[in-house]
Structures are given as C-alpha cells and as structure tokens.
C-alpha cells in the first residue's frame, strides 16, 4: 500500500486509478489507502479476458475458479480468485475491467513508443483498461499502476513488432 499512499499523497485529487488484479493484495492496498486518507477516488481493478476470475467472481459475488489463466499478462494469471482480497475489491472497487490479449500487446506497443517505458503485460493491463474507457474518462484525472514482472525479452521483441491495430 505504499505506493498507493505516496500516490494519493502527490495527487489527492485522482477520480479513478485502475490497478491490476493478480492475487488481489495489490488492489486492496490502493484500497486500503484511498480509504485511510479518506478519499473517494474510483478504483477499478483489471484482468486480462483469458485469466477472468476475479471479473467472474466480481458480478457472482462469490468466489469462480477457472480452468484455465493463459495470458501474456503473468502477473494476473489466476485461476482461483483469493477469497478474503475478493471480498474486500467486491465492497470497495467500482467494478473489473477485462481486456484482451490484443488491447494488452497495443498498451505495450503504445507505452514503449510514446514513453520509452518497458511494460509486460500486467504491467500494461491498466493503460490497456483506460484506453479502452477513454470516453468516460474525459475530463477526469486518472492514474495506472503500472506494476507486474519484468518483460520477457524474446515476447516484447515479438509485441513491438506486430503491425499497429487499427
């Protein structure tokens, strides 16, 4: 929750941050620390399509393992959502935002060649989900935590090298 609160300390003003959902403790320490600086920021968490649970799980209301969590997103490859970290996204976030593989490789693409940043699939989930919100976030003040494992050197290779989707 650290980052959270120096975030939240440096932009106490931010409408929505959206925070990537692996095992969940990263999102309820944004959580945590929106709630003890008692702010009222929106926090959305983000799952990759083909790693679902916790989105599952979230509109269920009840814990929904999967079979299967293969992404290029690592860090949110979960098949059975954490039932104490679900809880607490279920009270306290705004909703999931699933994005696909493709809106994961374009959030690498676009993060690399517009800020020089080296982001893996998690990492890149959460620009992925605000890319994918940009209309209803107009006008709005928002943050990405761009947090998840190291970027595989052969994958990012392969990702900067695919054509730009239109």
């Known amino acids: 929750a650290s ?4 975030m939240f300390r440096a932009v106490p003003a931010l409408d929505t941050v959206y925070v990537p ?12 620390a929106r709630e003890a600086l008692g702010l009222t920021t929106e926090v959305v968490g983000v ?4 790693a679902p649970t916790y989105a599952l ?5 009840r814990p929904v393992p999967t079979n299967r969590a293969d992404t290029l997103a690592e860090g949110l490859a979960v098949r059975v959502p954490d039932e104490a970290a ?7 976030a705004a909703r999931i935002v699933t994005v696909s593989e493709a809106e994961l490789r ?15 699939g998690a990492g890149a989930a959460t620009f992925a989900a605000a890319l994918k919100e940009r209309d209803r976030l107009q006008g709005k003040r ?10 595989d050197r052969a994958l990012f290779a392969q990702v900067l090298a695919e054509p730009e989707a239109e």
Not at 21 to 32: D, F, Q
Not at 86 to 92: K, S
Not at 106 to 120: G, P, S, V
Not at 142 to 151: F, I, K, T
């Open 106 to 120: 374009q959030a690498m693409r676009i993060l690399f060649t517009d800020t020089h940043n080296i982001a893996e």
């Open 57 to 61: 799980s979230f509109a269920a209301g």
């Open 21 to 32: 959902v692996g095992l969940g403790s990263g999102i309820c320490g944004v959580i945590a």
């Open 86 to 92: 679900l809880a607490m996204i279920r009270h306290h």
């Open 3 to 6: 980052y959270a609160l120096e």
């Open 47 to 50: 799952v990759a399509e083909n």
């Open 142 to 151: 928002v943050a990405v935590v761009q947090s998840g494992g190291n970027a």
